[in-house]
């Protein structure tokens, strides 16, 4: 499948669950918005919101055309795109638990095709409380709406399954259902600009094969650290905590993306099979083992920017004596040829000291340092540092003599910083990720057997963490870096956590 080479022509139906709710209005509808500006979307597109409120169109619209004010990446609504767009926007009010209330989006899939004279692609969109997705699978079913192996599309938001059994639970109701290709697991970190890139620099770089391996690598870092705290979803976090929120999907997978074997084409199976490779060979971690190679918090109350901020257990919808991790770090090995003996270090936490998400890969030391050591010439180590977001780069770290009549060493620079260098607005990962459904392309999105794989690798800690209970919770202040335990899980193998340094602060 060529990526998104040309504008789709086959025409698309979109039926969004959960229609109303804050994902369609910050997300999708922004998403969908700004592929329609960038003349992406099919000439014959419809978009069905559903919700359970009862609205106009029109009132739908307006709601929408809010959402994109606020959070477009290309600023506010166009008033005649806007208009021009819209103009493809219905509601439709529906209880999804009820499947006769399903048959009137038949009805409406019928009519497009008939006005269209021709078969569209049908997209149903769970944005929905996961405990909703089943339900609207079998509802899809029982009425008999469209469901083309070929043509239709369902699309799960995460989080899949709770842990292990649950995810296997839901993948065998849809796949009852549906065909693994019609099935699209979003993750969304996997469509983002600087996480796809790694697949070009990965592989599009003859430079890069020799040196990805365990004999130029020391050691590898992945971490995605969060400024804000739960915000206003204490309810679900206090269930889930950050192992099910963060690790199981959006670290795992760009674990898998840093140390895939190459693929022998661009295929969606071709790379998912890659993945799970990566998945099946992490070295699976005892119970007995989990102290040593893990380390969890739970935020304070502190300030924040001026402001002050309430600790993780006063925050809404949580309980008092919360036992819910807000910060995770972890150690991994993978058991391969390629990594044997490699350290993998995840970190990820809310309310930390700033908002970064990179991956540094930390490679050796010089053989033989042929410079003076005496005049503080030791070569430092090259680092590849990774940054996804805020800042997009892919930097360099080299050694190189400071120019003068000495010969001194200095760490520089070589950056790869879009900023600078591309001037194309990059995408959300939410356009590329819809724009990859309407032509029905699934690598970006994670199959059966890549989600159970990873529920697998986390299960050992899961279960651990909830059967034993910190009893120094809350275990670091707002706007810090987190637990000192996790310090010290990367210290005692003599790394320390990299950071951006402090110019990249974002707010
Ligand atoms: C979501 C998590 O999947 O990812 C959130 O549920 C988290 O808790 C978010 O804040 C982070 O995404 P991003 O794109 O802001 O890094």
Redesign the pocket.
């Known amino acids: 499948m060529t990526k998104k080479s040309n504008k789709e022509t086959t025409p698309a139906i979109f039926i969004i669950f959960g229609g109303t709710g804050d994902l369609a209005k910050r997300k999708i509808i922004p998403a969908l918005y700004n592929l329609f500006l960038d003349n992406r979307l099919p000439e014959k597109c419809a978009i069905i919101g559903t919700g359970r409120s009862k609205l106009t169109d029109g009132k739908y619209r307006t709601g929408l055309m809010e959402g994109i004010n606020e959070f477009s990446r290309t600023g506010k609504a166009d008033k005649d795109e806007w208009a021009r767009f819209s103009g493809n926007i219905t509601y439709q009010i529906a209880n999804v638990n009820d499947a006769e209330e399903f048959k009137e989006f038949g009805v409406k899939i019928e009519t497009l095709k008939d006005e269209w004279k021709k078969n569209p692609s049908v997209t149903y969109y769970c944005a929905v409380s996961p405990d909703l997705f089943c339900t609207i699978a079998e509802n899809i079913n029982k009425s008999k709406i469209e469901n083309d192996p070929e043509t239709t599309r369902i699309i799960i938001e ?1 989080p899949f399954g709770h842990d292990l059994q649950s995810a296997k639970d839901l993948n065998k109701r849809l796949l009852t259902i549906f065909n693994e290709n019609q099935i699209y697991r979003i993750d ?2 996997l469509g ?1 600009e600087v996480v796809q890139n790694v697949m070009a620099f990965r592989f599009a770089n003859a430079i890069m094969e020799p040196l990805w391996n365990r004999k130029f690598i020391e050691h590898v870092q992945i971490s ?1 650290t ?1 400024q ?1 705290g739960v915000e206003s ?1 204490g309810n679900y ?1 206090d269930k889930s905590g950050i192992l099910r ?2 690790v199981q ?2 670290l795992m997978q760009l674990l898998c993306i840093i140390a895939m074997e190459p693929p022998i084409n661009f295929e969606a199976d071709e790379v998912r099979d890659r993945k799970v490779d990566v998945l099946k060979a992490v070295k699976r971690i005892l119970p007995g083992t989990i102290e040593s190679v893990s380390a969890r918090g739970q935020y304070g109350p502190g300030w924040v920017q001026g402001k002050e901020v309430l600790g993780y257990r006063d925050e809404l919808d949580v309980d008092p004596n919360s036992n819910t991790e807000t910060y995770a770090a972890l150690k991994f090995h993978i058991d391969n040829w390629r990594w044997q003996g490699v350290p993998f270090y995840f970190r990820t936490g ?1 309310r930390l000291y700033k908002s970064a ?1 990179l991956i540094t890969i930390q490679f050796k030391d010089v053989p033989h340092n042929i410079f003076n050591k005496s005049e503080g010439n030791i070569p430092k180590q090259n680092r590849l540092v990774i940054s996804i ?1 805020p800042d997009m780069a892919i930097s360099f770290q080299l050694q190189s003599k400071t120019p003068g009549l000495e010969m001194t060493l200095n760490t520089v620079d070589m950056v790869f910083d879009y900023s600078g260098k591309t001037k194309v607005d990059s995408p959300e ?1 939410y356009e590329t990720l819809l724009l990859d459904i309407i032509s029905g392309d699934q690598t970006l999105f994670m199959r059966a057997d890549q989600v159970e794989a990873a529920w697998e690798v986390i299960t050992p800690v899961l279960e651990y963490w909830e059967n034993n209970r910190m009893s120094n919770f809350p275990n670091y202040p707002a706007d810090s870096w987190g637990p000192e335990n996790a310090e010290a899980l990367i210290a005692k193998d003599g790394y320390h956590w990299f950071n951006l340094p402090e110019k990249n602060k974002n707010s």
Do not use: C, G, L, T
């Open positions: 995460k969304h970190y983002k995605v969060e804000i979803r976090f929120d963060m999907n959006h809310k998400s977001q990962a």
